[in-house]
């Protein structure tokens, strides 16, 4: 089974920032297969990035994705009020199915 | 527009049975598989396993293989995730999301909105 390590467990950063989180894995994933996805507090999971690096309909563009093999990175290029909430990145390429155990991206 | 529908919160006792559900519209159901994601209070997301409402196949994480049970009504477009004994352990919140394309690798892209389930005597 695959494990996604998520790192730092918690970002504390200003509006107009840049963020990056890490998303590493105990086995290498195609890159078709690693997602990210955005949680806001009382609200359902979000899709930000699907194959690594596309971005889903409607994400804005200072989201981007990007890695390979066991690494990966989703970088918030200026922190946007909006955007301080919960990142999880996913495999879905084999299963089970696994999400990390997310970065928290708060107000600093 | 597609939309994922989920029933609405279920206070249980320990024991009992208990079976939620997800509606689908805005596209064509049986074509796209279906996974249902747990919550507990406070911590991250766990993928339980997913179902294809063409013919019923389904796929258990090994972690609730045995536990829950997952069907679908292909024509009331409606999937389920059912507990035949609950445990306090399942307190949580139940995600349904829709897989992108007809395959069972694509990613999630809706999610309908959750639906909490306490179990508590």
């Known amino acids: 089974e695959i494990v996604l390590t998520q790192s730092p467990g918690t970002l504390s950063l200003s509006p107009g920032e840049r963020a990056t989180l890490s998303c590493r894995s105990s086995?290498?994933?195609?890159?078709?297969?690693l997602s990210w996805f955005q949680q806001k507090p009382g609200q359902a999971p979000r899709l930000l990035i699907y194959?690594?690096?596309s971005r889903a309909n409607g994400i804005p563009d200072r989201f981007s994705g990007s890695g390979s093999g066991t690494d990966f990175t989703l970088v918030i290029s200026r922190l946007e009020p909006e955007d301080f909430a919960v990142y999880y990145c996913q495999q879905h390429g084999s299963s089970p199915l696994i999400f990390g155990g997310g970065t928290k991206v708060e107000i600093k | 527009e597609v939309q994922l529908v989920q029933s609405g919160a279920e206070v249980k006792e320990p024991g009992e049975f208990l079976r939620i559900s997800c509606e689908g519209s805005?596209?064509?159901?049986?074509?796209?598989?279906i996974s249902w994601v747990r919550q507990m209070p406070g911590g991250g997301l766990n993928w339980m396993g997913m179902?294809?409402?063409?013919?019923?196949?389904?796929d258990y994480s090994p972690s609730f293989q045995g536990h829950v049970t997952m069907s679908v009504d292909k024509s009331l477009k409606t999937a389920y995730l059912q507990w035949s004994g609950l445990k306090a352990s399942d307190t949580a919140m139940y995600y349904c999301?829709?897989?992108?394309?007809?395959?069972?690798?694509?990613?999630?892209?809706?999610w309908g909105p959750g639906t909490l389930v306490t179990v508590s005597s």
């Open positions: 805005g596209y064509s159901f049986p074509d796209y598989w």
């Open positions: 179902i294809d409402p063409g013919d019923s196949q389904t």
């Open positions: 086995q290498s994933i195609a890159s078709s297969f």
């Open positions: 999301a829709r897989h992108r394309s007809g395959s069972r690798t694509s990613v999630c892209d809706f």
């Open positions: 194959g690594t690096s």
